[in-house]
């Protein structure tokens, strides 16, 4: 059976492999916009494995950096390489994606959840100051200062109110 499963997998790499060569021979596309599916099919793979044999959850972490980043990868590819300088934090948020892939697909040990935790919210901050709306993050400072000014205007408001009526 798990032979099987082996040639299964091995099967469809090969046809992978073999379209993407195909596809660059005979199209305008060629394998400089293509090359990402390599790095991709790996990563599949290894989602695969785990899939194959659920107590194996550890090969959760190369495969969702590996997709991730060949995902990454393909739209630079087609969209311009230029992008990389705002979504570089995606390579991050890569590590954490398999962190929370760990988590929920395997033994949900909480101690992947820190580490996740720890690269999602500061890629997200990268990539958020990178991709130019940064340039605006002091307004949510200003935000959070008017609504704690605010909060506290209303509980203070309030307290007199009961206050008074007692």
């Avoid at 948020?93 to 992947?112: C, H, I, R, T």
Wanted: net charge positive; charged share 10%.
């Amino acid at each position: 059976m798990q032979k099987q499963k082996g040639n299964l997998i091995w099967g469809i790499l090969l046809i992978v492999i073999g379209l993407v060569f195909f596809i660059g021979n005979i199209s305008r596309v060629s394998m400089d916009y293509l090359w990402p599916v390599f790095p991709l099919a790996v990563g599949i793979m290894f989602l695969v494995g785990y899939f194959n044999d659920r107590k194996n959850y550890g090969l959760l972490m190369p495969g969702s950096i590996l997709t991730v980043v060949s995902l990454l990868f393909f739209y630079c590819n087609f969209s311009g390489w230029w992008h990389m300088e705002y979504l570089w934090p995606i390579f991050i948020l890569a590590p954490a994606s398999g962190f929370f892939a760990m988590y929920f697909g395997g033994n949900k040990d909480q101690g992947l959840l820190i580490p996740g935790f720890i690269l999602a919210v500061v890629g997200c901050v990268f990539l958020f100051l990178s991709s130019g709306v940064g340039d605006f993050w002091p307004v949510f400072l200003i935000a959070a200062g008017i609504i704690m000014i605010v909060i506290q205007f209303l509980s203070d408001k309030k307290r007199n109110e009961n206050s008074d009526n007692k």
